[in-house]
């Protein structure tokens, strides 16, 4: 199973960060750490033909300029291990562009992960997942209130992560409106 993301600006990236870091300082939660770059989760997919997805990520990306989307708040997905998380507004760009991603790559795809449906999607960003249990869940949010999750974040790439052994890291990266021209 590879993930079809988009990885943050170095500028949230560190805020992100820096957040994770003291969730695991101070409450022992590491776990989100699995994937050590900040991002934004468009879809999951398990792709038989790699190179037919490369292609139509690097086309997709050429065709596609940047774009701002917003954060406000936490989340949380209830659960046995809760996933805390920042919450992103759903705008026309970013449906739009999630869309076609999912509409295209289910095409091409062997199953489509099921919380990426267009109707089911709720884009966030992971603060805490995996080792997170009920009981933490209060004093982990009583610490997160104090900082401010009213964010202007530019999207301007697709990124594949992929899973090797306990971690999903970096597979490609491709940059939006990157056209190539031929004199």
């Known amino acids: 199973m590879i993930a079809v993301t988009s990885l ?3 500028s949230h990236s560190a805020r992100v960060t820096e957040l994770t ?10 776990e ?3 994937t050590p770059y900040p991002h934004l989760t468009l879809l999951t997919a398990e792709i038989p033909d790699m190179e037919e997805l490369q292609q139509y990520l690097q086309e997709t990306s050429r065709e596609t300029e940047p774009f701002t989307i917003r954060t406000t708040g936490l989340g949380v997905f209830p659960g046995e291990k809760p996933v805390i998380y920042i919450p992103v507004l759903r ?8 869309a076609r991603l999912h509409r295209d790559i289910s095409e091409m795809s062997s199953e489509m992960g099921v919380y990426y449906n267009p109707n089911m999607w709720l884009p966030h960003i992971s603060l805490a997942l995996g080792d997170t249990s009920p009981d933490v869940l209060g004093p982990v949010l009583t ?14 790439n697709l990124t594949i992560l992929q899973k090797c052994g306990d971690y999903y890291l970096k597979e490609d990266e491709y940059s939006f409106g990157r056209k190539e021209f031929s004199l």
Do not use: A
């Open 8 to 10: 943050l600006d170095p």
């Open 143 to 156: 610490f997160l209130f104090n900082y401010n999750f009213n964010w202007e974040i530019t999207i301007d």
């Open 32 to 34: 989100v750490k699995m």
């Open 91 to 98: 705008t026309s760009p970013l449906n739009q562009l999630h």
């Open 21 to 30: 870091e003291l969730l695991d300082s101070q409450f022992g939660l590491n």
